[in-house]
């Protein structure tokens, strides 16, 4: 089966972010593969496994990119792409328009991306990409089922509870936590990858495709952390005295009461 997952590279949300004039600072900033693309990767994976084929990661964005492309190979993947350059637009509209003019004439069987982004966190390059692409998507997959005859059935999730969709391949489907267990790269994998393709490609490689075509639609106007909260006050005393505290807390100072 010909596979191929949508990857971003993504901030580490479990570290510090800082922000500077509008700009989240890369220096000292630790990337990964974004969490729901590792889903995705871990999950073309297993079907490769199961039914055969190959598997390519393709990533649209900037040469770091190439770093979070490399863990993919070391996961598994067959080989990666990544699409650089900065005629490109940096929004979901530019970067779903250059994965279009990549997957035509590809004859995808299978697309699966993140659900989201936990950066930028649109969730609209995959749906957007599927109506280019016009295939049937299903986002938000806990799991997925593909039978030999590509017959698939998708359980997402549906705001806690559980929908459970079917299609026909070809398709494009996002991974929601829960999917799988993504495996760690292997030793042997990460010397496997050294050697698997990563092939870079410009706006001239993308047939078809023009710098005005690819420029983005929107303009990030600002972008700034929360406020730093304020620290929490702890209630002392008797329980009723507590609960008077509270009350008068939250009726003089929240305004939460009348
Ligand atoms: C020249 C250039 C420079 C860029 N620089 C940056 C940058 O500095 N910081 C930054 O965060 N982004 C950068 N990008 C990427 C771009 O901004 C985002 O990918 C795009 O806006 C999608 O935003 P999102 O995160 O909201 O995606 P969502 O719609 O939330 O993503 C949903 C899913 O779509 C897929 N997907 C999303 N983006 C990509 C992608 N780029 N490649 C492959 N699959 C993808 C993934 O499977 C993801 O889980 C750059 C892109 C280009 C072309």
Do not use: C, W
Request: without cysteine; proline residues 5%; charged residues 25%.
């Amino acid at each position: 089966m010909n596979i191929y997952v949508l990857l971003k590279q993504t901030f580490d949300t479990e570290e510090k972010v800082a922000v500077h004039e509008g700009e989240i600072v890369e220096e000292g900033a630790k990337f990964v593969i974004n969490p729901y693309d590792e889903y995705a990767v871990e999950e073309a994976l297993r079907i490769s496994e199961r039914h055969g084929g190959k598997v390519t990661v393709v990533s649209v964005g900037p040469e770091r990119y190439a770093e979070a492309l490399r863990t993919a190979l070391a996961m598994g993947a067959d080989e990666a792409v990544l699409i650089t350059d900065s005629r490109i637009g940096a929004d979901e509209y530019a970067v779903a328009e250059a994965l279009a003019a990549f997957l035509s004439g590809r004859n995808p069987e299978l697309v699966l991306g993140g659900n989201f982004s936990v950066d930028n966190g649109a969730g609209q390059v995959a749906v957007r990409l599927a109506q280019r692409l016009g295939l049937p998507h299903i986002a938000a997959v806990i799991k997925l089922d593909i039978a030999e005859d590509g017959k698939t059935v998708a359980h997402r999730d549906a705001e806690g509870d559980v929908e459970i969709v079917e299609t026909a391949l070809p398709a494009l489907i996002t991974a929601q936590q829960g999917l799988n267990e993504p495996r760690y790269p292997s030793l042997p994998g990460i010397m496997k990858a050294k050697k698997k393709p990563l092939q870079r490609l410009t706006l001239d490689d993308l047939e078809g495709l023009t710098a005005e075509a690819v420029s983005a639609r929107t303009e990030r106007t600002a972008l700034f952390l929360p406020p730093p909260r304020k620290a929490g006050k702890r209630l002392t005393g008797e329980p009723a005295d507590q609960a008077q505290q509270l009350v008068r807390l939250l009726r003089e100072e929240a305004k939460a009461l009348q």
